[in-house]
């Protein structure tokens, strides 16, 4: 994608996002990190290529955010544990 694009959480079922550089930070409710390689993120869980310790499958209401490593700014989502509150624009957007 070559512009930014918005979009209303309520109106999103499904979302597919194949990136062309897949490196991503994942943040833990239990404040542990990771970094590495996004395999997968289904509506149950994702998947990551860890940097330091392989692959590993976390469940996505064990996530509080996932930010993208090449991009400086807001989280690219938060919210994991409740629908309601998820976050999916960037932090200037409004709505």
Same mark, same amino acid.
């Given at each position: 994608?070559? @512009? #930014?694009?918005? *979009?209303? #959480?309520?109106?999103?079922?499904?979302?597919?996002?194949? #990136?062309?550089?897949? @490196?991503? @930070?994942?943040?833990?409710?239990?404040a542990d990190q990771f970094t590495g390689k996004l395999i997968s993120l289904g509506a149950k869980s994702l998947t990551l290529d860890a940097t330091h310790c392989?692959?590993?499958?976390? #469940?996505?209401?064990?996530?509080?955010? *996932? *930010?993208?490593?090449?991009? @400086?700014?807001?989280?690219?989502i938060q919210g994991f544990q409740n629908p309601a509150e998820r976050v999916f624009t960037h932090g200037e957007a409004e709505g």
């Amino acid at each position: 994608m070559a @512009e #930014p694009f918005h *979009l209303k #959480p309520g109106t999103v079922g499904f979302l597919q996002l194949t #990136p062309a550089a897949t @490196e991503c @930070e994942i943040h833990l409710v239990s404040a542990d990190q990771f970094t590495g390689k996004l395999i997968s993120l289904g509506a149950k869980s994702l998947t990551l290529d860890a940097t330091h310790c392989g692959r590993l499958v976390i #469940p996505r209401q064990h996530i509080s955010a *996932l *930010l993208p490593r090449f991009a @400086e700014g807001d989280v690219l989502i938060q919210g994991f544990q409740n629908p309601a509150e998820r976050v999916f624009t960037h932090g200037e957007a409004e709505g």
